[in-house]
């Protein structure tokens, strides 16, 4: 397993993440299992973990804390906040009052000291950037935290983010975490190159385009347990992957790959990612995917892929999964 430094924090992770949403009530239910699949990553190389508190509201996180045990001085730890914990509407967000006691839930949930990577899970409109980066620096000082980035955020706020932190004084978001996958692209208009104009290492998530890109059965009716408005054919975007899906499939077995492979090998290509989240739900899905780890697409294939899907392209905008308040609140933009 290849490693890269994550953007200017000297620490060295491994290309691919092992993503633990899967693990818990929102996926593999086995909490032996789940360690195994901890295990077994790490034993391939893989040093970097990310998860969640929401996931699995806070299950996740617990998994990845009994795997860890023994383990944990060789683990890049990453969790993330923002989400609902709660009925109660403090139970969430971006700021002081919820980040400090968040931080000391994901710790007790996953039996450690510090985490490595604090990450905000999503922007919150309601809460002033400047008051979410102090708090965060307060935690970095503290030792509880050792870096901070974000997910999913737009180009536009990465930077303000970045300049907040410099004319207070607060430490910088040192990693973004976008959704990237060949079907969709629109990070790499303004996301992808706004992370390394600061220096920001950029872990992905979604290489598979939520099973667009397993090469498993599309039909709605197949996946059971999901939102099936997702695969829904007769919805002219999912339409639209299918048919990209299809020149892809017969792209990869071409180039003698499974999709999957060719999925993550397209993610880890561009210049800007330091590493891909792939989030297994079985051992099966995580030895498929440690299978591909070595593979690299030459130019004459990423050209291909561009003429399938073009480069900067949502073939679904809901795939891009931050709507800007100002479109998503019609109050917003009336009088």
């Given at each position: ?95 002081r ?7 000391e ?71 973004e ?75 990869a ?69 931050y ?6 609140d ?6």
């Amino acid at each position: 397993m290849q490693r890269r430094i994550l953007g200017g924090t000297g620490i060295s992770v491994s290309e691919y993440a092992l993503g633990a949403m899967m693990l818990g009530a929102w996926g593999n239910t086995d909490h032996e299992d789940g360690v195994r699949i901890v295990h077994r990553a790490l034993d391939a190389g893989i040093n970097f973990v990310d998860t969640a508190d929401v996931y699995a509201a806070g299950e996740s996180e617990e998994i990845v804390g009994k795997a860890l045990k023994g383990r944990r001085d060789d683990v890049v730890l990453a969790t993330k906040f923002f989400n609902p914990m709660g009925p109660d509407a403090n139970h969430g967000g971006n700021s002081r009052r919820w980040i400090v006691r968040a931080v000391e839930d994901s710790l007790r949930r996953l039996g450690t000291d510090h985490i490595d990577l604090y990450q905000v899970h999503r922007p919150d409109p309601t809460t002033d950037i400047d008051e979410t980066l102090g708090a965060l620096s307060d935690l970095v000082r503290s030792g509880k935290v050792r870096a901070v980035g974000t997910s999913t955020f737009p180009a536009e706020l990465i930077v303000e983010a970045q300049w907040t932190a410099e004319r207070r004084g607060h430490v910088r978001f040192r990693t973004e975490q976008p959704p990237y996958s060949i079907l969709a692209r629109g990070v790499e208009n303004a996301v992808l190159p706004t992370a390394q104009r600061y220096g920001m290492g950029v872990l992905t998530w979604g290489p598979l385009s939520a099973g667009w890109l397993s090469g498993r059965d599309l039909s709605a009716s197949s996946r059971a347990g999901l939102e099936t408005s997702k695969f829904d054919l007769s919805v002219p975007e999912n339409a639209r992957k299918a048919e990209a899906v299809a020149a892809l499939a017969e792209l990869a077995a071409e180039a003698g790959l499974t999709l999957p492979h060719l999925a993550t090998a397209f993610v880890r290509a561009h210049p800007a990612v330091t590493s891909v989240i792939i989030g297994p739900r079985t051992l099966d899905q995580l030895d498929s995917l440690l299978d591909g780890a070595d593979v690299t697409l030459g130019a004459d294939v990423l050209d291909r892929i561009d003429a399938i899907v073009p480069p900067g392209t949502d073939l679904n905008r809901a795939d891009s999964y931050y709507v800007p308040p100002a479109v998503a609140d019609a109050a917003l933009r009336r009088r």
